[in-house]
């Protein structure tokens, strides 16, 4: 299970049972998403240093974030850049299609939850390549059970983000995460704003599964909802 395990090795000094079963995930993490670069840089060396690499790769122990509405010039080394500015970041990776497109969203590895955490408190809307991005914690990686294993279930967000267009402006993002729980498992919900703080008439809906993202384009794209009939469409193509 890559659900919660992922803290106790370094718990336990980085026996190197638990080394060899963590960074399993982590490298094939990195293949499908990063172009290989950080399965380059962490598989080969974690055999040969087990004490350090553990910490080094964060895991299940809250060290590792989410982003989302990521732009699709946005590479590994673009995230992983931007990210050191909230702490010491063991690993970053943008999940691909396999047509090496860019899913939109990625995952950073902190050495530590402390920075983790700061960086969610601080980076969280901040502006990357000319979008908003979000941040959260990597619940797949942290849940006890979730995601049926780290890797699938990080690169299980690709495909479950819905863009969401002309949204009347008095809409918040908790009504927009109220009216597209009928579709399913809502995890975030965001409506994007400008800076003196008024809606643009946007936003994003991200959901637990890419059938829940499917059913909400098939209920609520041309519906009405308050005012205005709003349109929702997979936001993968969003800013292509």
Not at 181 to 200: T, W
């Amino acid at each position: 299970g890559g659900g919660g395990g992922g803290g106790y090795s370094a718990e336990t000094g980085g026996l190197p049972p638990p080394v060899v079963q963590y960074n399993a995930p982590a490298a094939s993490r990195a293949v499908g998403g990063g172009r290989g670069g950080g399965a380059q840089q962490y598989g080969a060396p974690a055999v040969g240093l087990p004490p350090v690499r553990p910490k080094a790769t964060g895991g299940g122990s809250g060290s590792q974030v989410y982003v989302g509405n990521l732009s699709w010039e946005t590479s590994w080394q673009d995230l992983k850049d931007h990210f050191r500015a909230a702490g010491d970041v063991s690993h970053a990776d943008v999940m691909m299609e396999h047509d090496g497109r860019s899913k939109g969203c990625g995952i950073v590895s902190f050495v530590s939850a402390r920075d983790a955490g700061n960086a969610i408190a601080s980076l969280h809307d901040s502006d990357l390549h000319g979008r908003k991005i979000f941040v959260r914690e990597d619940r797949e990686a942290t849940a006890p059970g979730g995601g049926k294993g780290g890797g699938k279930g990080g690169q299980g967000t690709g495909g479950c983000q819905v863009y969401v267009g002309n949204l009347p402006w008095e809409t918040n993002w908790m009504n927009l995460k109220d009216h597209f729980r009928d579709a399913g498992n809502v995890l975030h919900a965001d409506v994007v704003m400008d800076p003196e703080g008024k809606s643009r008439g946007f936003g994003t809906v991200l959901f637990a599964t890419t059938r829940d993202a499917a059913k909400a384009i098939q209920l609520f794209n041309e519906s009405v909802f308050g005012s205005r009939t709003i349109e929702v469409r997979p936001d993968q193509f969003q800013g292509r």
